[in-house]
């Protein structure tokens, strides 16, 4: 059997040097290379006639060169050859620039297909420096890959050309019955047509071979996950408090807040440990969620730990929730960085000892020196914040613990499936009562006065306002914060002169941000001027509009999370949208967000503007990267390949079979790189 784990060396003509050059894409093996899938095609194989010709887009025509080649000599090192060429229809003139080689191969009155850019000259069809083929050996789709220095599509498609061949005598990694029920092509045929596609139907039965072998891979890897927690649970859970709690809350649960409750309290009963994702809108009220569950498996005899990514967030859970709890006689203790060291002391020992039940905190929490006697429910807040491995090591500092992970959406379904395949999910998909609708508007900077004297407008009711300029990033040069700080002065001493305006910034010490924000909750600031430090979770319902500088240098998930931070109480909000972008995708984000206030559309239109690539490129949630599936496109095969998944672990739960040992080891190998990567 071939053994596609050696070197690409090995390959005939790859030497140190190319060997080098492929380590710099990240190929080491013969696998690695076969894996470098094409970004691109240049499909010579559909003919278009020069009139039909895509806009902006390469295609391919077929035409006869009618004129000889002309040579014009521009200037030294710059020569034009020039001559025209027709598909019977149309005539074009075709340039090419220096290329004397093939300039003198272009013979008047032959036939050659060319692939370049048509575009609709001033009185007639051009193509500049097309590829030129021969008509006859040609009509094939070439692979174009990402290159790179001393590397390019042209060795890396020969070389892949001469791997092909160690395919055939490798063993599929798929098992035969799933091919044939899933009508999958062999891994040998799907690498041949995924580099070399003998059609276009070759490239899409390839194509979708491998997309549905990498997502089988990744649901495996994350059903299997999923199955180590199924052990007994730490804290079982006997009595269902809910009741009890809805009682505390100082209005109606929502039917929605009140499934997703029960729904968890049915899992701690379970016997085994809970892992259930809440995904709900911002303001559905996801955190009275958290209060609840919390309650049940407290009453039960465990301790429960929520972990914020932000200090503000925690201060402000912790507040709420001791509010909330602390007459049921539950201690919540509040961990944060920037705690002086003798509280951080007393709540580490009143969760050691079992006298603090309920710890509120950041990433302090899964800090080394923080035991807990009984740790029965781990729950984390926003969790695209936090990675796999960041919820697993708290969830280490009990013994099996519940796991609850509470999400503000911006994942459309079909993707949660992924990235959090090894959880149950809960929807809440309804806001509590009475809440006004938020008014959006995008406006450029000559409105920017009118923007300010509507605040001024609501500030006189008795309201309070946030303005947001864009970030303030670790390692920038401050330049930003210098704007932010300027914004502050200009607005003290212009438009909002005599209210009380301050400031709120990511570099500022915790308790500073602490002091800042507990000013503007107990309503003795009227204007928080921020960084997107406010983006996640904050609170102030009598915050009642928001303007946001520059909103274009915002993502359309950033904004909808920043708006969400209005239109929390029974009060109409506003949010203004000031802008002076040109550019069409700004303005596109800009129009969605004036069209809907809904999550789930928003995430839809963002990732149709940024594509999922880009989504899923920051890694912030941990899983792999994604090869080749596209979780747009692909969600149908998605199904499959979970369901193909389910079948396998119930027929083989620790893949031990022979006829599973390659999938187990791919299985393996892509979870590893995640450890690599996003997990540590
Ligand atoms: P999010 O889901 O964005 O975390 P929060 O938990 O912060 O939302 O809740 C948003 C606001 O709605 C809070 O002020 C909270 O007190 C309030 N709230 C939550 N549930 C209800 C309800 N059922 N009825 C009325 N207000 C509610
Ligand atoms: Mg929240």
Known sequence: MADLTMSVRYIKGVGEKTAAAFARLHIHTVEDLLRHFPRAYEDWSQVVRIAEAPLGEQCCVRATVLTDVQTNFI????????????????????????????????????????????????????????????????????????QTEGLSTRIIAKTTEKALPLLAT?????????????????????????HFPRDREALAAARRRLVFEELLLLQLGLLRLKGRTRAVAGTPVREDGSEAFWALLPFEPTGAQRRAVADCVRDMQSGVPMSRLVQGDVGSGKTAVAAGVAYTAIQNGGQAAMMAPTEILAEQHAKTLEKLLGPAGIRVGRLTGSMPAAEKRAVREGLADGTVQFAVGTHALISDGVEFQHLGLVITDEQHRFGVAQRARLA??????????????????????????????????ELPPGRQPIATFAVDSGKRARAYGYVKKHLDEGHQAYVVCPLVEEGEDGSDLAAATELVEELRGGVLAGYRVALLHGRMKGAEKEAVMAAFSQGEVDVLVSTTVIEVGVDVPNAVIMVIENADRFGLAQLHQLRGRVGRGEYASTCILISDAQNEEARRRLTVMCKTTDGFRIADEDLQLRGPGDFFGNRQHGLPQLNIADLMSDAALLGAARSAAEDLLRE???????????????????????GDGGMN
């Open 396 to 429: 280490e500092k009990g013994e099996n613990p519940h796991l609850l992970v509470m999400s503000a959406t911006p994942i459309p379904r079909t993707l949660a499936l992924i990235i959090y395949g090894d959880l149950d999910v809960s929807v809440l998909d």
């Open 170 to 194: 490798a063993t599929d990694i798929l098992p035969p019955d799933m091919i044939a029920r899933y009508g999958l092509c062999t891994a040998a045929y799907a690498y041949q047509n995924i």
């Open 75 to 146: 200037r030294k090192g710059m020569t034009l050859f020039k001559f025209t060429a027709s598909d019977g229809k149309s005539g074009m003139q075709v340039t090419l620039f220096n290329n004397k080689y093939l300039a003198n191969r272009i013979k008047r009155g032959r036939e050659y297909l060319f692939f370049g850019t048509v575009t609709n000259g001033y009185a007639r069809y051009e193509m500049a420096s097309p590829l030129i083929e021969e008509v006859s050996g040609a009509a094939r789709i070439h692979p174009i890959y990402r």
């Open 652 to 674: 083989d739960p620790l893949l031990i079979d022979e006829a599973h040992r390659l999938l187990a080891a791919a299985v393996e190998r892509l979870f590893q790189r995640v």
